[in-house]
Each structure stands twice: as C-alpha cells, then as structure tokens.
C-alpha cells in the first residue's frame, strides 16, 4: 500500500511542494560548497566527483556531472549571476537543490583563534548534512571569543576545524593532520603544489610548529591561536599558500 504524502504546513500555509519540504527535512544528504568567478570555479571535477561518490554511497545511484553542471548554470542565470557563492544539495531519490549567494571576499581571510573540542564528525569522508555537532561546538566557541571549534580526539589528536581544514607550518613541510577528516576541495587542490605531508598531530605538540592555517570553500586564513598556544603569522609561507592556490585555474560550470 503506498504511504500517502504528508501534510506540511509553513507558519499556517501549507507547503507549495510537500514531498521537496519532506526531504529536505529529513536532514539525510550531501552537499558541495564553492566560489564561481566569471562563471567558472577551481577543481570542478573534484566537486563533482565528490557528489557522485557520496550519492552512490549514501543511496546507491551516480549524480551525473553533467546534470549538476546545468543546474548550477542554471541558478547562476536565473539569480543574474557570474560570481557567487554556490551549494549544491542532493537528498533521497532525484532531489538536487542549488543556492545561489553573494560571493565570499577574494584574498586572505581574517586570522583566526580556535578553542580544542572532543569531537570529531561522523562519516568525516562526506560532506553531509548531520552537522549538528560541528555547529553546536562552533557556536559554543564564539561565544566563549574565539573564531570558531578545532575538531580533536579525547585523547587530543587533531583531524580538522568545524567548517574547515587546517594545516600546519613546521618550518620544512606544510603538515596536515592524518586524523579522519573531510578532504576539502581547497586542500586537495593546495596539498600537490606545496610541500605537503600527512601524519597525527595532537594538541600536545603544537608549540613544535611554527605557524598555522586554515582553508576552505570560503578560503584561506592564518591561525593565530588554539587555545593558549599562539602562532605568529608567516607572511612568506601565507605568501606561497595563496600564490599557489591562485595558480589553479577556474573551470567553466557551463557544460
């Protein structure tokens, strides 16, 4: 017998698609977040790639790029858009939402102060929607002053910021941390073109390191402090961080 849809109402106005709200509202999905400049965004192919292996994952069917692409274009047009801050939702069966946003801010972003928190991220390798945990830690963080939450261990290794990943300098090799974590797009495109290694890194051995930064959909920012250990920041390490990250061309969405 089929289930019949449910009745959703918003503020006393019944919903204008039903089975979308109800999707939505389950909370169960995937995203990817990017910058479009002129049209065009860095490591398209990695943004898709991700959709795709965490749509056959989660419900056991591609996401095809080319589809993902139209309807990115087609958001871009429709808000009258060529720069902008772009997600795409994917939820259970064919729903695939796009927003479409004022770009985030070229250049470096404000240095940032973290606070340690116990947690780290269920099914970390996705990008999903369960971030409840991420936000009540980050939250948490700025009230008590600082720019948001540094994901750890309980026993103090580190695997990634709330909404970003992060990386230190110790002075030969740019280390990001080994601890499960999402493998950002900005960091996968960043870790080939500087001297890059992976291994633990725990809150213990911080003041072995020399400087600090973060990187996400958003950007690039210098760390300036976790909690009482503080990082001075490294103009010409920040220098190559951005410069290389400015080497990587945009890819046009238009497919």
């Known amino acids: 017998m089929t289930t019949p849809p449910a009745h959703i109402e918003i503020d006393g106005t019944p919903a204008a698609d039903p089975d979308l709200l109800a999707a939505l509202l389950t909370g169960f999905g995937h995203f990817t977040a990017m910058q479009v400049r002129d049209g065009r965004t860095k490591g398209l192919a990695l ?8 749509h056959r994952e989660l419900f056991g069917r591609e996401l095809e790029g080319r589809r993902v ?25 064919t729903r695939t939402v796009v927003t479409v946003a004022a770009p985030a801010p070229d250049g470096p972003g404000a240095p940032q102060r973290l606070t340690a928190v ?24 700025r009230r008590a ?3 948001d939450a540094l994901l750890t261990s309980p026993s103090g290794e580190i695997a990634e910021g709330a909404v970003t990943n992060i990386a230190f300098w110790d002075g030969t090799s740019v280390v990001w941390p080994s601890a499960p974590c999402l493998n950002g797009i900005t960091m996968a495109l960043l870790e080939p ?4 290694v992976r291994r633990p890194v725990a809150l213990a051995d911080l003041r072995d390191y020399r400087a600090a930064f973060v990187t996400n959909s958003r950007g690039i920012a210098p760390v300036t402090a976790i909690d009482e250990v503080t990082f001075a920041v490294d103009e010409e390490l920040m220098g190559r961080v951005f410069a290389a990250y400015g080497a990587v061309e945009g890819d046009e969405i238009r497919p």
């Open 118 to 141: 116990d947690y780290w991220r269920p099914a970390p390798h996705i990008k999903h929607l369960g971030g409840f945990g991420q936000r009540f830690h980050g939250e948490a963080a």
């Open 47 to 54: 943004h898709l790639d991700r959709l795709d292996r965490s």
């Open 69 to 93: 692409r139209e309807l990115i274009t087609g958001a871009l047009a429709n808000a009258g858009r060529r720069d902008a801050s772009v997600r795409v939702y994917a939820y259970p069966g």
């Open 193 to 196: 073109r500087l001297e890059s």
């Open 145 to 147: 002053g600082f720019d």
